[in-house]
């Protein structure tokens, strides 16, 4: 299992054989943003969601949970009160 979201892009992207490159030039992005958005040095954007899921043959609904639960757990998995404030915001969507 992957621990970040850099991680779980860089795993899907090596299992189709898919140069940085390629999917870069489809963010319309620099290979050396991407290769840091799967290290960890930066974030990806929500903007780049659906083209991750395309160009990677992923379900975009699969991506976005991705996305949401790593960056859930990296900015506030240390907060004591993390699922009563998951549980209450879920009561307003």
Same mark, same amino acid.
């Given at each position: 299992?992957?621990? $970040?979201? =850099?991680?779980?892009l860089?795993?899907?992207?090596e299992q189709k =054989?898919?140069p940085l490159?390629k999917?870069a030039?489809?963010l319309?992005?620099?290979? $050396? !943003?991407?290769s840091k958005?799967?290290?960890d040095?930066?974030?990806?954007?929500?903007?780049?969601?659906?083209i991750?899921s395309?160009v990677?043959e992923?379900?975009e609904k699969?991506v976005? !949970?991705?996305?949401?639960?790593? $960056?859930?757990?990296?900015?506030? =998995?240390e907060l004591t009160?993390l699922?009563?404030?998951?549980?209450? !915001?879920?009561?307003?969507l």
């Amino acid at each position: 299992m992957t621990n $970040s979201f =850099g991680a779980y892009l860089r795993e899907m992207r090596e299992q189709k =054989g898919l140069p940085l490159r390629k999917i870069a030039a489809q963010l319309d992005v620099d290979t $050396s !943003i991407l290769s840091k958005i799967e290290r960890d040095e930066r974030n990806a954007t929500i903007e780049m969601l659906p083209i991750f899921s395309k160009v990677l043959e992923r379900n975009e609904k699969e991506v976005q !949970i991705k996305f949401l639960e790593f $960056s859930i757990t990296k900015n506030y =998995g240390e907060l004591t009160f993390l699922k009563d404030g998951l549980n209450a !915001i879920l009561k307003t969507l």
